[in-house]
């Protein structure tokens, strides 16, 4: 299973973390396939959370499983929603039935 986790970088008492694409039975700080962004938890608001919006729809609409965390991270970022109304209009649209009139 490929799932969307975090991957320590950085000193001790400084942690920082990649956001990777990895095989779930590889290390936490092991192999992984794509880079899609960076977390920084010593920072506070915006500044915390680089990440590449594109990649990570890319992945999640196939198949990969983010881990708890970034999923929160997700949500922040604002990923997670416009996922969902991306899915969510297209699925509108193609239930919509054109008027009579055109």
Do not use: C
Not at 67 to 75: G, I
Request: charged share 30%.
């Amino acid at each position: 299973m490929v799932r969307i986790r975090l991957r320590r970088i950085g000193r001790k008492n400084a942690p920082q973390y990649r956001i990777v694409v990895a095989d779930s039975r590889s290390p936490r700080d092991g192999k992984f396939i794509e880079i899609i962004g960076q977390y920084d938890p010593k920072r506070r608001g915006d500044q915390a959370v680089t990440l590449e919006g594109e990649r990570a729809t890319y992945w999640l609409d196939n198949g990969a499983q983010p881990s708890d965390t970034v999923r929160s991270l997700l949500r922040k970022a604002g990923v997670l929603k416009a996922r969902h109304e991306a899915r969510l209009a297209s699925k509108l649209q193609a239930s919509a039935v054109p008027a009579k009139g055109e």
